[in-house]
């Protein structure tokens, strides 16, 4: 304590201005309690269970570690306000200058900013864990592992269907035609119950022209001859269609050792680092009866790899090879803390199908409670679509189907008709029932997990929210400077006056709409801009001509709302840019993409207001000094 009362005797003597705010000891008061929630964030989730949950890094929300975060702040603010406001030199006509003004006011900002961003302490102890237990050499040694034995767990049974093959290469290269209207009953096609495969090679035609409507152009001489088409891809700019037609079918029969469900056919991928994509990304949509292509050709790659590498692995049919890949799997999955009750010898045995590798048991994706039904559909990574087809005697479905040139077609095809022996086979949603194994491997928790990691490590947390803090201190900051270089009457009159300016603008705005019929957004606008240069001036104009109460109301407001009246200019630029754009765009023929400068640069405006402010009170505070030197 005697050190204490010297340090403040120091600063009393040397530096005022210093000792009255309390920097010092609010500076390491801030730090060591930053320290403490630093501590928090490091130990948060030293246990792998706590990150297999979604949105795991929100979880400084969700826990409520929040509210401590506030009350912490508050009892701050609070604490230092009482011991602050007990010497005001500037209200006892210490010797100042607008510049000491400055600096104080921006001693105030700082104590302020301390005190409200321990989110950043915790967060930066949360990654710091997570780079040194899931470091990135060993997270994608790990990720390769989980991805080529996620083969084998055999959990969905619609990512065994031959429509997933992509290796070798034909596979890739070709369409797979899975409509059975669109099937060519004439040319080589596989069955596999009520699903059909036909494999198509392809040829491709640009279009840059657009109708009178905007949309592409369909090619003439294909529409002429009734051209089947695969899928078509947009080009991001939005300039030119790609159409990809089909011209051959193509004999895989060689490549092809059964229809059923098999791991010849697997080629997801579980979870990608580099591009994080979703893992159940469709080959295609549908729109209006038209496949449109989603994957695009670094995830079919990667796809396609996952492919190779388990056909190479079945083919060598080393049973050796795929166990020890497996006990690497559960090895990872013990580190993990994944729940299941797989055991590497056993679950070989459940692929183990050397002569086609069809799938013949299914892995669940939790374990049911007792007396429950396993439900896969419960589990929120993927789905398993177990709809079947309606077969009757005429056709796969009654409706009406449209072709590629949008017309509808009521010609159906009759399932029986490719495949004689319905009737006779299990449907593949009884298949997948009926072979459902006792074994259970919790996916879900996995993908939450690797994502966890991988958006902790890369999520820019303090870019992202910085500007949301600096701008609450330096709101709070000039209310309580506000406060301090008036009084409490100044401050009060200058709440109710902004609240009657407010309202007063609103009616007349309104009142023109309706009577003048005045709508017009630009009008509203530059009436907020004349007010907000009237405010400003005012204190100016009236400094000593009217009383030291009404200039102090202005005073306040201008003071409290210069970045608004900031904003409120760069709000009016960017509308005149957007509005010029349009115009010009509807001289053109195109009205999309029109886009101001406060979409271009986002956060950085943010940043420049701040600057600005900043600045302007700097100057203002010269201002400040005259006022307080007149006579009340």
């Not at 005001?88 to 210490?94: E, G, Q």
């Not at 007010?531 to 000593?544: A, Q």
């Not at 400068?597 to 005259?626: A, H, N, P, R």
Request: glycine content about 4%; overall charge neutral.
């Amino acid at each position: 304590m005697q050190k204490i009362n010297k340090i403040n005797q120091y600063l009393l003597e040397r530096y005022p201005t210093i000792w009255n705010t309390r920097i010092v000891w609010m500076l390491l008061l801030g730090i060591a309690i930053h320290l403490i929630f630093f501590f928090i964030g490091f130990i948060s989730h030293s246990s792998p269970s706590t990150l297999q949950s979604s949105g795991a890094i929100s979880d400084y929300l969700s826990s409520g570690l929040v509210f401590v975060h506030v009350i912490i702040s508050v009892l701050m603010i609070v604490g230092w306000l009482v011991f602050m406001f007990k010497n005001n030199a500037f209200k006892s006509f210490y010797p100042s200058s607008g510049k000491k003004l400055f600096f104080e006011f921006f001693q105030y900002f700082i104590i302020i900013f301390i005190s409200s961003t321990f989110y950043f302490s915790y967060m930066t102890g949360f990654r710091l864990f997570i780079n040194y237990k899931y470091d990135d050499e060993k997270m994608e040694k790990n990720i390769g592992i989980i991805n080529r034995a996620n083969a084998f767990l055999s959990q969905e049974l619609e990512l065994y269907t031959l429509d997933n093959r992509l290796f070798p290469k034909q596979f890739s290269d070709y369409y797979c035609e899975t409509e059975i209207n669109k099937i060519d009953k004439n040319q080589k096609y596989f069955v596999y119950h009520d699903r059909v495969y036909q494999y198509w090679s392809l040829y491709e035609k640009v279009v840059t022209e657009r109708d009178k409507d905007g949309e592409f152009i369909y090619p003439e001489e294909e529409a002429k001859n009734g051209t089947g088409l695969a899928y078509f891809e947009t080009s991001q700019n939005q300039k030119s269609r790609v159409y990809y037609f089909k011209n051959k079918v193509q004999d895989l029969s060689a490549y092809i050792p059964t229809t059923a469900p098999s791991y010849y056919n697997f080629s997801d991928v579980f979870y990608n680092v580099n591009e994080n994509l979703s893992p159940h990304i469709r080959k295609y949509r549908y729109e209006a009866g038209i496949p449109i292509v989603e994957d695009n050709d670094t995830f079919k790659k990667h796809k396609a790899l996952i492919n190779q590498k388990t056909t190479e692995l079945l083919k060598s049919k080393n049973s050796k090879a795929i166990e020890e890949l497996m006990q690497d799997f559960l090895a990872i999955s013990k580190e993990f803390d994944i729940r299941n009750n797989l055991n590497a010898k056993d679950w070989a045995k459940l692929v183990s199908h050397p002569d086609k590798f069809e799938v013949k048991q299914f892995i669940k994706k939790y374990l049911p409670k007792a007396g429950q039904d396993y439900d896969p559909n419960r589990a929120s990574d993927g789905y398993y679509d177990g709809t079947e087809v309606t077969m009757d005697e005429t056709a796969v479905s009654a409706d009406n189907y449209l072709n590629e040139n949008g017309e509808i077609v009521k010609d159906s095809v009759s399932i029986k008709e490719l495949n004689p022996n319905l009737n006779q086979e299990v449907s593949p949603k009884n298949y997948f029932k009926k072979n459902m194994s006792g074994y259970y491997y919790y996916t879900t928790d996995l993908r939450y997990l690797l994502e966890n990691v991988y958006t902790v490590k890369t999520y820019d947390f303090f870019s992202q929210t910085v500007h949301y803090f600096l701008w609450f201190a330096f709101g709070l900051t000039t209310f309580i400077f506000g406060f301090r270089v008036t009084n409490m009457r100044s401050l009060l009159f200058s709440i109710v006056s902004a609240g009657v300016i407010i309202l007063l603008v609103t009616l007349f705005c309104v009142m023109s709409a309706f009577v003048f019929n005045l709508r017009n957004e630009f009008f509203i606008f530059y009436t907020m801009l004349t007010v907000g240069i009237i405010i400003l001036l005012i204190p100016f104009l009236t400094l000593k001509r009217m009383s030291k109460l009404f200039s102090s109301i202005f005073m306040l407001i201008t003071i409290n709302a210069f970045p608004i009246f900031i904003w409120l200019i760069l709000i009016i630029i960017n509308e005149h840019q957007t509005a010029n754009c349009r115009f010009e765009g509807h001289i053109e023929g195109f009205e999309n993409g029109c886009i101001g400068f406060l979409d271009e640069f986002g956060f950085t405006l943010s940043y420049l207001v701040l600057i600005v402010s900043m600045l302007f009170l700097y100057f203002y505070t010269g201002f400040i000094k005259k006022w307080k030197a007149l006579p009340e």
